[in-house]
Nanobody
Framework: QVHLVESGGGLVQAGGSLRLSCAAS????????MGWFRQAPGKEREYVAS????????YYASAVRGRFTISRDNAKNTVYLQMNSLKPEDTAVYYC?????????????????WGQGTQVTVSS
């Protein structure tokens, strides 16, 4: 399995931006589709975005489409989540994930590896 470590979370005002990074190690990064999920207090973990192995196909939850961009750099074994126009409802712990399943249908149940999570807090 691949080991994932997120970074880049923090506190930002509404309308601001953050970029999350997720560094992978321990396995062949380019063998996995990658995704981001988030979990707010008292809520279930929800899908945010995913990208296929080459980086050529990207998918988004409707709540973030047009504001967030997922990308990957296979040479650096890293996946990113650029978050713009942040809203208070984006506040959550964000988790990086890896899967061998189709990234278009990524769910918590078909994730092979999880990162430890990074907190994102958006103040109003």
């Amino acid at each position: 399995q691949v080991h994932l470590v997120e970074s880049g979370g923090g506190l930002v005002q509404a309308g601001g931006s953050l970029r999350l990074s997720c560094a992978a190690s321990g396995s062949t990064f380019s063998s996995y589709a990658m995704g981001w999920f988030r979990q707010a207090p008292g809520k279930e973990r929800e899908y945010v975005a995913s990208v296929n192995r080459s980086g050529g196909s990207r998918y988004y939850a409707s709540a973030v489409r047009g504001r967030f961009t997922i990308s990957r750099d296979n040479a650096k074994n890293t996946v990113y989540l650029q978050m713009n126009s942040l809203k208070p409802e984006d506040t959550a712990v964000y988790y990086c994930s890896a899967t061998t399943a189709d990234p278009q249908w990524m769910t918590p149940s078909n994730v092979d590896s999880w990162g430890q999570g990074t907190q994102v807090t958006v103040s109003s």
